[in-house]
Nanobody, 122 residues
Framework: QLQASGGGLVQTGGSLRLSCRTS????????IGWFRQSPGKGREFVAV????????LYADSVKGRFTISRDNARNTVFLEMNSLKPEDTAVYYC?????????????????WGQGTLVTVSS
């Protein structure tokens, strides 16, 4: 029910916007988060926004550079990424928390998209 897109190759300092399209009538009631995973590392929390935007959380590593937003009318959640760094290189996944908890814990998210690759060159 989630489909991530928008990844690509960008130079250090550049920007990308990821999209996560959700399907189903109830997805607007779910918290939607972004996680990332780079080779040899575990899945890392990036950002999350609860339904109707009541709660928003960011990882310290992306605060001030990334912005999560959602358009419930279009069933889409965006991750605007600016001032990208090589260490942001990873596969980015969007995920849904059906309890609408804006959580850092990946295990609370039961629905996952397929991932989109972001590569930041130095």
């Amino acid at each position: 029910q989630l489909q991530a897109s928008g990844g690509g190759l960008v130079q250090t300092g550049g920007s990308l916007r990821l999209s996560c399209r959700t399907s189903g009538r109830t997805t607007s009631n779910w918290a939607i988060g972004w996680f990332r995973q780079s080779p040899g590392k575990g899945r890392e929390f990036v950002a999350v926004k609860s339904s109707w935007g009541r709660t928003t959380l960011y990882a310290d590593s992306v605060k001030g550079r990334f912005t999560i937003s959602r358009d419930n009318a279009r069933n889409t959640v965006f991750l605007e990424m600016n001032s990208l760094k090589p260490e942001d290189t990873a596969v980015y996944y969007c995920a849904a928390n059906r309890n609408n908890r804006a959580s850092y814990d990946a295990s609370e998210y039961k629905d996952w998209g397929q991932g989109t690759l972001v590569t930041v060159s130095s």
